[in-house]
């Protein structure tokens, strides 16, 4: 299968209309010694039926009928099937980016919408149509808050995501600012630590609310230290279906991030995630990626277009505040979706659903004897210590349970403890199954 | 639209009118059709020093965005607020109400350095 | 059209959700992190449906017809790479889960193809797009130098260049240089050879170029460039040119990035999801990203990498976008990648010449898989602007315009390997009628499109006075 509609006598014809004898005609502009004689040494070509058989097989490699009680960044929720279907629309997804807004007022008016709901869901002015992912869209902040700024030194939480913090520093090492960590105390971000590090060259703070030990942060706190000090508050939320229930981070943060796998995307291993970036109309224009702005036409008709773009690389060229081009237009379709679907109710519901099938499955536990590690409010995630991390953890998979995440190896202070993570679709079951079994063996 | 004769003009496109040791500073009517429609103008701080020849502010239209240089060394005095809702004004009016930014002239010799309404329209047919 | 808020009906929902079995219990969460307000449209499912149904149908895709958007390669998304990327097991595997078998074997045998296509030595699947491809390259350029204690700053790009090379450059702490192209729109080697000095990092070269040509003196510049200690970065997103014709790594690449939503036919989405694999020679590879993919043993895992510049995504990369570009690399096989090539390279060759003598055509040369025309000599005050709005009235996506920046009003043209000589032959005579109507009925063009929801859109407007989310008050 190539997918090439052209026959041989298609192409004699053509080659014929323009001159040409043959095709190694056109490559004679390459040189000799580098066209290649032999065949790439990768498998021959396949036919639909055997290429779906052999990735069939390969995805029955992976066992994802467990029990899951991992999150972590990444999600298991629910995705109604109307998101999927629209999704699945190929006038929306064999698209390119609407640079021609006539013939594609049907995504642009959809990430106007995207946009709308992004700054109501967390509080904020202006939202951008979206970035990679949360780590790469909280890596763009630190940019973003040091252009605002002008300092360069980035404070980042402890309590942040491991991965998200490695990412925010490698941007950092590339962009030239100073990555500067502040630990965590009792579970959130320490004021203390925070008022040791801060000084005139910090531009930012970077906080996770939730963080990712399950505990809400204090953020009026916090960002009043910030701002009487001439820097932001960058808040990343990287479980957005917490925004149901908790009070949304932008009255208090300059700058909020996150994460929208959980509003109608697959956890996918990975990717493609969904990056969220949102701020204060002051700071619009140091706003990185696309915007979707209203407009009107000749006739006084409304539509919809990418604007703003002097801001961006294609114009801006080395003075453009980010490179980012091509960002996750379908996933950010995805959760526009998603919220609309569900609705102001609908998600405040599904928010109660986590929070207390979390909140009863950490009390079970406690019951059975495991100590919730930290005193703090959480959402639907938590930390538990447990004798043995590695035997609790075997038991529960021999069991087809995927349990909490032992979260030693990136915090060695906080060995034998495990991450738990409960969603709408754990049932009081699995959960029920799940304390037993750690109660044999714990 | 002439080019005022009283002005000073720059290779950049800029103009300079000069009244004692304040200089004014906006961009030249070939360069405001170059841009077409201004949509944003991003202006320096009051109490900023530039050099001869340094940027000084930004001009964005929907297409590009443009530096608008220094005609010469100076500090910011005043900047044209009015710019902020109404940036077309650079369109409408280039050389009266389209004004950018008021210096402080630092050094009067670097003037001998610009040219004058007849050497830029020169220079303006020479580089088409 | 309304939007989705002014349709919304209190008390309407969209779903159904799961029932609470446990306990509801009060002031979990203190009053001071409660929301008060949450403004979310409230619609059933029915209207759902509708408005996004209908919002799709003012959408063009490349299943709605030919899309010869330069530097994009908009081939056609096979369908079946669709349902293979909805496999359970793909689709419900969590990122930090064991039992993930499949996943990483899939990433391991994409990115040995990868390698071999291109004759790298390493592949990174992590960057999500080609730009972000561009920022983990430099980045690595930016380690290997550090490590070799030379404080290089400048990375030189040509002025075709696409502008994430140079946005790519600054946010990695590089200076820009941008090096003239010859009247045959081609890097001069003279010219390269006086810039070229010992804090030059690197050069960033497209191949082919945006003009759709190829660098005749490839060997010699990376040859340059090597003598001179700095590396060759290749911005891969025209490889649909060279699939199975040529390896980037026999012109002297040292790192290239690839865009699998353009050469290797995953969908745009709309601006994404993309996925940008970067590909290196071996004294680069423990620069890569982390983790990396082994395979010991009979069994797949992931190991870090010391020396590694760090992450530069969560976790390893948009899976579900490889799942498709693996498929596709799987049923176009060996024998089939390089007639892709062949007759993407082919079909720009035959409308080049067929328009060549309609429009203005900078540089009358061979060309690769596309080629810029120029609106020079168009009539009546027609820009290319009016040509390509004109052209969404036949049913025909614009090409790429006003890119690269050394054309006068560039339009670039792609066709891919997958359109048909019917359609070719149909863009060609459409093309023709509109240089007609420049010259007898100019109006036409000025005021088109006229067959779209919308007219020409005030892009004026929208950026002086931004109106980016709706607002029920």
Known sequence: MDFIPNTNKDREAMLKEIGLKSISELFRDIPDRIILKDKLKIPASMSEVGLFELLKGISKMNKVDFS????????????????????????????????????????????????????????????NASLYDGATALAESCIMASNITKRNEILVSRAIHPDYRQVVKTYCWAHNLKFVEVDYSDGVTSIDDLKLKINKRTATLLLQQPNFFGCVENLRGISDILHRNGSLLNVCVIEPTSLGILKPPGEHSDIVVGEGQSLGNPVSFGGPYLGI??????????????????????????????????????????????????????????????LSALGKNGLRKLAELCLYKAHYLADRLEEIGCSIVFE???????????????????????????????????????NNCLLFCVTELNTKEEMDRLVEIIRKCN | MENPRELKYTKEHEWIRIEQDIGIVGITDFAQKQLTDIVFVELPEKGKRVEQGKQIATIESVKSVSDVFSPVSGEVLEVNNELGEKPEIINQDPYGKGWIVKLKIENKEEIERLMSAEEYENFLKEHK | ??????????????????????????????????????????????????????????????????????????????????????????????????????????????????CEITGMDAFTLQPAAGAHGELTGLMIIKAYFNEKGEDRKIIITPDSSHGTNPASSTMCGFRNMTLKSNDKGQIDLDELKKIINKDVAAIMLTIPNTLGIFEEHILEITKIMHKNGSLVYMDGANMNALLGVTK???????????????????????????????????????????????????KYNLINNPKSIGKVKSFYGNFGVTVKAYSYIRAVGSDGLRKVAENAVLNANYLKEKLKDVYV?????????????????????????????????????????????????????????????????????????????????????????????????????????????????
């Not at chain 1, 801001?311 to 379709?333: G, V």
């Open chain 1, 68 to 127: 899951y009680f991992i999150g972590a960044g990444a999600y298991k929720h629910f995705i109604p099937s109307v998101v999927k279907h629209i999704v699945a629309r190929s006038e929306f997804y064999t698209t390119y980016t609407p640079y021609q807004p006539e013939m594609s007022q049907g995504i642009l008016q959809a990430i106007y919408e995207y946009q709308t709901m992004i700054c109501n869901l967390f509080g904020m002015d202006v939202s």
């Open chain 1, 277 to 338: 970036m949102a701020t204060k109309h002051r700071y619009l224009r140091q706003l990185p990626g696309r915007l979707v702005g209203k407009t009107t036409d000749g006739n006084g008709n409304i539509g919809y277009i990418l604007t703003l773009q002097a801001r961006e690389q294609h114009i801006r060229r080395e003075r453009a505040s980010s490179n980012i081009c091509s960002n996750e237009a379908l996933c950010a379709l995805a959760a526009t979706v998603y």
């Open chain 1, 376 to 414: 703090q409010e959480f959402y639907n995630e938590f930390l538990v210590k447990v004798k043995d991390a590695k035997t609790v953890s075997k038991k529960l998979l021999d069991s087809g349970i995927l349990g909490g995440l032992d979260i030693g190896v990136y915090y060695p202070e906080l």
């Open chain 3, 1 to 114: 059209m309304q939007l989705i808020f002014e349709k919304s009906r209190a008390g309407r929902i969209g779903v159904s959700l799961p029932e609470l079995d446990v306990p509801k219990r009060d002031g979990i969460i203190s009053k001071d992190n409660l929301r008060d307000e949450l403004e979310l449209p409230e619609v059933d499912e029915v209207t759902l449906i509708r408005h996004y149904i209908e919002l799709s149908r003012r959408n063009f895709g490349v299943d709605n017809g030919f899309y010869p958007l330069g530097s994009c390669t908009m081939k056609y998304n096979p369908k079946i790479n669709e349902d293979i990327a909805k496999l359970e097991g793909f689709v419900e595997c969590h990122p930090l889960q064991p039992n993930a078998q499949g996943c990483l074997r899939l990433m391991y045998e994409l990115e040995n193809m990868l």
């Open chain 3, 248 to 298: 980037p790594a026999d012109m002297g690449i040292d790192i290239i990035h690839l865009n699998l939503h353009k050469t290797f036919s995953t969908p745009h989405g709309g601006g994404g999801p993309g996925s940008g694999p970067v590909g290196v020679v071996k004294t680069l590879e423990r620069f890569l990203p982390n983790p990396r993919i082994i395979f010991k043993e009979g």
């Open chain 3, 361 to 473: 055509l900078p540089y009358n040369s061979l060309c690769k898989h596309e080629f810029v025309l120029s609106d020079e000599a168009l009539p009546n005050g027609v820009t290319t602007t009016d040509i390509a709005k004109r052209l969404i009235d036949y049913g025909i996506h614009p090409m790429t315009i006003y890119f690269p920046l050394i054309v006068h009003g560039a339009m670039m043209i792609e066709p891919t390997e997958t359109e048909s000589k019917e359609t070719l032959d149909y863009f060609i005579r459409v093309m023709g009628k509109i240089r007609a109507e420049a010259e007898n009925k100019p109006e036409l063009l000025h005021n088109a499109p006229f067959s779209m929801p919308v007219g020409r859109l005030d892009a004026v407007r929208a950026a002086r006075n931004p109106d980016l989310r709706y607002s029920s008050n």
